[in-house]
């Protein structure tokens, strides 16, 4: 088995991936090949849930993470969207100045929304103030961030990564259900990899004093665990969490059942870099080595569909699209 600093470094070395700051990575050819394979064996399983397929933003308003309670819990991972101040006089010193990258620093209007930390809080804002009839599944993919400082490290913890989440919203009954179905998946899933999982208890690494008996009370009643894989050295990467909320999020937002009840809610979620990075510690950089995934060939098609559609398109409009 390789040790996971092993994997960056011939990844690296083959130009299949690049760092251009810490946490933050490219991958093309054999390995971004690979990657898109186990996004498609994930959204499988998602599916397989008949989730209702979202596409959400990469960034959300400070008010909405208030309201879900991440200030007083998660702030240490927060990354803040901004951008360039509108004031003509501070566009104008950052373009003329000798340092305009320094410049811009100092030019920063203040934020008020954050890059996204986790999918799952788009769909308790969506719906919040409704009333949920039946079980609602949904599932949705983004680029997730969560700064870590030194912990950073290639596919393994990075500062920005992608995150598929499955999220449902219903009865205490039927968040209980969809976790129990959904921890059988994903371990299904690590089996079909060839992969040694493990499912732990664990808790969330709450910040502030007062959040830290939410993760005591995680652990004693089990409500979040953790799919871990194998890497090598003898260590472990958690690369699913199946989370149960109970009625944290429908109290949060408003979300009823029908009876005028809190909605409870439960997700599962995905780190796609480190599912990758646990098949490459398994079976080392080579494509060669690799397990054959039958979804990479839907990859395949996917992208051969898009070129025709792309073309269509522009054949469409008299070949005359740019961008």
């Known amino acids: ?64 993470l208030a309201r879900a309670d991440y200030f007083r819990s998660f702030p240490q991972w927060l990354t803040a969207a901004s951008h360039l101040s509108s004031e003509e006089a501070d ?66 913890r990075g500062w920005a990564f992608s995150m598929r989440e499955v999220v449902c919203l219903g009865s205490a009954d039927d968040v209980r259900a969809f976790l129990s179905r959904g921890r059988t998946r994903a371990v299904r899933l690590a089996v079909k990899l060839g992969l040694a999982a493990g499912m732990v208890d664990a808790e969330d690494p709450f910040f502030a004093p007062t959040s830290r008996g939410k993760g005591l009370l995680q652990r004693i009643k089990g409500l979040k665990r953790e799919l871990v894989l194998p890497l090598g050295g003898g260590r472990t990467i958690a690369a699913s969490s199946i989370n149960d909320h109970e009625e944290f999020f429908g109290e949060a937002f408003d979300i009823r059942l029908s009876s005028g009840e809190w909605a409870s809610s439960g997700c599962i979620a995905f780190g796609i870099e480190r599912w990758l990075l646990a098949v490459l510690a398994a079976y080392g950089p080579l494509a060669s080595g690799w397990p054959a995934l039958p979804t990479r060939t839907v990859s395949a098609t996917r992208r051969t569909t898009q070129r025709a559609v792309r073309a269509e398109t522009f054949a469409a409009l008299g070949g005359m699209s740019r961008c």
């Open 91 to 156: 566009l104008e010193r950052v373009a003329e100045a000798d340092d305009p990258a320094a410049e811009a620093r100092t030019s920063l209007a203040p934020a008020d929304s954050a890059l996204l930390p986790a999918v799952c809080y788009h769909c308790y804002a969506r719906y919040a103030g409704a009333t949920i009839e039946d079980a609602t599944i949904v599932t949705a993919q983004q680029l997730c961030w969560r700064h870590e400082g030194e912990r950073l490290a290639p596919l393994e």
């Open 1 to 64: 088995m390789w040790q996971a600093d092993d994997v960056a470094r011939a990844l690296s070395a083959r130009g299949e991936m690049w760092e251009v700051s810490p946490g933050l990575i490219g991958l093309r050819g054999d390995a971004l090949s690979l990657l898109e394979s186990i996004e498609d064996a994930v959204i499988a399983i998602a599916r397989d849930e008949g989730a209702d397929e979202w596409r959400v933003p990469p960034g959300i308003p400070f008010a909405t």
